[in-house]
């Protein structure tokens, strides 16, 4: 090895061919740099080989206690305080302009009319004006607006549905609702209810197992069911008759809560401040 380092450092200009010393000192060099880097190439190939759980070796928060998961419900039966009647105008003519004037003429008439009852709150629908062509017949224009009526006086707006049909209108559905207000506070104090359910369920079920009530975990509280309104079908056959108001019942609305919650239990000892 040191005749070839020799031939190297001579060959790269140098004045007079390299002592021994010279030629010592530079394989010592070598070999140390060779040194270096075997060394760090072993320590990137151990920190890489590393498992990935090697990085904390502590155990979870909950390790060694029991995780209870539990699920409670409260629900109760509120009668429905809203009524939605859907109604419709229709008209036929030889033309799309007198279907388009006959509807706007009755739908200004049914507006005119349901305004000067404050209780009852108006929103017209959609609006459409089609051609109909068939062989042999001549040809007839369609059209169609909606309108819809929402009121809390059950009474007031049954009466008032029974004076549009007189005027024309056809009933599309009655929908008796619940409204969201009534529906957020009963939800309220079911939610408290169900907590209180869940509570008691999960002192009785740690005392079966000789153990404490440590801590809540992830708390899930959400609606279930909801409102179903009243099949439209039951309604419209009595509103059917015309001349006197559409017969219409409310009936119940079901409002639920669910809680969902897992329960951290362990030994007295355990028991935090």
């Known amino acids: 090895m040191e005749s070839i380092l020799a031939a190297v450092l001579f060959r790269k200009g140098a004045a007079r061919p390299p002592s021994t010393m010279m030629i010592r000192e530079a394989i010592r060099s070598s070999v140390a740099r060779r040194r270096i880097i075997v060394a760090a190439l072993a320590l990137s190939i151990c920190s890489c080989a590393r498992p990935a759980g090697a990085a904390s070796s ?3 928060p909950d390790a060694g206690l ?32 007198q279907v388009q004037a006959d509807i706007n003429r009755r739908m200004t008439s049914a507006l005119d009319k349901v305004k000067a009852v404050p209780g009852i709150k108006p929103e017209t629908g959609g609006y459409a004006v089609y051609e109909e062509r068939q062989q042999s017949v001549p040809t007839r224009w369609r059209g169609n607006q909606g309108l819809t009526l929402v009121d809390r006086d059950f009474a007031e707006l049954l009466t008032m549905v ?13 929908n008796f609702e619940l409204m969201p207000e009534t529906a957020r506070a009963a939800q309220d104090e079911l939610t408290s209810v169900a907590l209180k359910r869940l509570s008691e369920r999960a002192e009785r079920i740690a005392a079966d197992l000789h153990l404490e009530i440590l801590r809540y975990r992830d708390i899930r509280v959400g609606n279930v069911g909801g409102d179903r309104p009243m099949p439209r079908a039951m309604l ?3 509103a059917a008759a015309g001349a006197a108001a559409p017969a219409a019942e ?5 409002v639920q809560v669910s809680v969902d919650a897992d329960v951290i239990l362990g030994p007295a000892e355990d028991k935090g401040p």
């Not at 029974?162 to 009655?174: F, K, P, R, T, Y």
């Not at 409310?250 to 079901?254: E, F, L, R, V």
């Open 236 to 238: 419209m056959g009595s």
């Open 58 to 60: 502590e155990p979870p």
């Open 162 to 174: 029974g004076e549009l049909q007189n005027d024309g209108l056809a009933v599309s559905g009655l």
């Open 66 to 97: 029991t995780v209870l998961h539990l699920s409670e419900s409260a629900d109760r039966e509120i009668r429905r305080d809203r009524l939605r009647a859907q109604l419709r105008i229709e008209a036929t003519a030889g033309n799309a302009k």
């Open 250 to 254: 409310a009936g119940d609305a079901t």
